[in-house]
């Protein structure tokens, strides 16, 4: 079959200016021209963000810290929760150790906007675990504290609670029954 | 058509089709030049407030998003450091910027994620951007980079795109002098009691070890003479800061001391009055000569000694490789210590547990103040995560670090005049006046324990220990060594160690006797 040249020629010529006016539009219009700018309004309950988690050095001397990115909110609790769910989650790299007890996991968060006091709620796990030794009590508060104290710079005390009431210890060593001040952790 | 005629026009589709397709990929390859070059797209662009603190009037300053997807706003290399009021460093060639914060060179390269200093290398989520002639640095530096490089404090507001800087809490106020006829007394004033220790090994310095401090080094720096110093440098360190203090070649000896209730450490360096013609100086290297120190302070007597078996009854411990329980290895180390210790030079042993019973950490505390303690030792074994981790740590209280409300208690404390009256004692902070004692005890266990079996030495640690809080007397917590670790753990199961643990911690705590007697009560 013989299609006429002429067609050809205007489907030719139809592309041609097409793809001239997608290269202009793409690349030379947009460039340099101010006006264009738009005043966007910061993260918010859709956005994303950057955090970072301490977790232990492989022989309890420092911590290592990673980076994740988590859903931004603007409830703090629930960037709180994402944050230490992710801490228990434990590090992705071979140098760093997870910093808790076997089976521990959050059961709540609680923010106290007044005196600026987070309440970590943790199951039972964190204190019947395998626990014990010094290294391994200290370590678990300095990562979890540290964390809190870079990522929410804000929060000036951490109350930790364990199935909703305070203890006296995690491990028999660090004293737990008053709010810690996650900057002194840094 | 006649055959020229299709090929002018083969030729004219040709021409038509070739050159849209290098003017197009031309364009492209411009494109991804200046993206990568001066001309950076702005994608948004904002205005937020920075207020810089420390008096200073707040700036506005503009940022924008630059590197999409990402929605990180980005703040002009110029702007911050006119925010953080640093020194800044662009060397075009390379495409760095240098920042001066403290004694930190911070350097951000453009194309680059990472912000690297002396101090760390930190990741950041999205690269530097070279845009409009000058590296452009993404918001993220302020949040999470910052607050660990420097001592300043961060809070960003993303709601209103306000940027507030303030100076993080320290611990250390600062320095003062103060001149006498044949002395220098150097003053470190602390916002709260700080445990230290003084360094008298080298030559023509004395290093102050502040243990638990958080300084802003800048501050404690001193390059002039002043009488007798002849500088100050200090440095901070994870869990302490050390001072080195350079002397004047005149000095013959020191004193150290606090005083105002530990919220002052002194370190006064004396040089001798010249009565007689002075020998004239041999040429040639000069002899290393450590000075002559006189440990000031509160005289302790080391009679009563309470020996605390870690855990116990109901509570196991940590749970060895093999098996070995905390509690029983800590029981039989604390036996062989009273054994070894009972009746030499009159030292009386008391234990806060001789079975495998439960105690409660506050018991254990109330036990040892109603026997009249001089002396509390807590003695555990350690344990990890991992297997990796060994060696030997000791332990004493950081009073800074355990309380919410201590500093509120404090005032309370001071303020009602029930202090004067009762002599009354907020528990919590009993342990603080005897900070200074137990990080010298803490110091003679570790360096015993590390040498005599030959332990790693992990040092000396500050934490807030329930068991140490609101012990009248110097206390401290020994980790002997690590039960996770396979190693180790055969050793923890053995009476023998058991033995030459007891040994070397008798040992210390021999020493410190002696050298808390030998101290010399004088005030200032």
Redesign the interface.
Known sequence: MKIPRRIVTTIMAVLIVGAVAFVWEEFFHHRGSPEDLEVTEPLNEQGMRSVTLYFGGRNAEGFVSERRIITASLHRDEEVQAVVEELLQGPKSASAVRTWPEGTALRDVFYDDDLHLLYLDFNTALVSGDTGGSAMETMTLGALLRTIAVDFPEVDGVQILVNGLEVETLAGHIDCTKPFRPREWL | ?TNRG?ST?RSA?GV??IL??V??LL??S??RL?AQDS?Q??????SARINPGEGRPSMTVTLK?LSPPS?E?YIAGSDLADALQVGRFWRADVRKLVLRLDDLRVTFTAGARSVVSEKST??L?TPVVFHQGEPWIPM?FF??VL??LSDK???WN??D?TLNLGV??TNVEGLSFEQGDLYTQLVVKLNTPLAFRVDDSQPRQLIVKLYGA?ISPGALTVTQPRGLVDSVEARQY?DYALLTVHLSELVSRYQSLSRADGREIVLKVMQEPITTIPEPVPRGPKIVQTLPSTEVGRKITVRRVIIDA??GGA?????GVGGLL?KDVSLAIALELKRELQGKDGIEVFLTRDDDSTVG?IERTEFANQQRGDLFLSI???????P???GV?T?FLSP??????STVAREENLTTGVAEDVDFIVWDLVQNQFIQESATLAEEVQEGLSSDLKLDN?GV?Q?????L?GAYMPAI?V?VA???NPQEAKLLASRDFHRRVAHSLARAILKFRDRMEAVREEKP
């Not at chain 2, 797209?41 to 904002?46: D, G, L, T």
């Not at chain 2, 800074?400 to 409300?405: C, N, P, V």
Request: aromatic fraction near 10%; charged fraction near 30%.
């Open positions: 058509m299709r026009l589709l038509g089709l849209p397709l003017v197009g364009a492209i411009s494109s200046a001309a797209k702005e994608f948004a662009a904002r998003q929605e706003w930190i990741l989520r993220e949040t999470s607050p660990q404090s961060v809070r993303a709601d795109f993080r809490m958080r994870s870690g855990h509570d196991d411990g940590k749970k905390e950490l555990h074994c350690n344990g990890w995560y991992a990796d981790a060994k740590e332990y800074a670090k355990t309380q919410w409300d992990r640690k934490a807030g220990f329930r068991v809080v917590l980790e690590f039960l996770s």
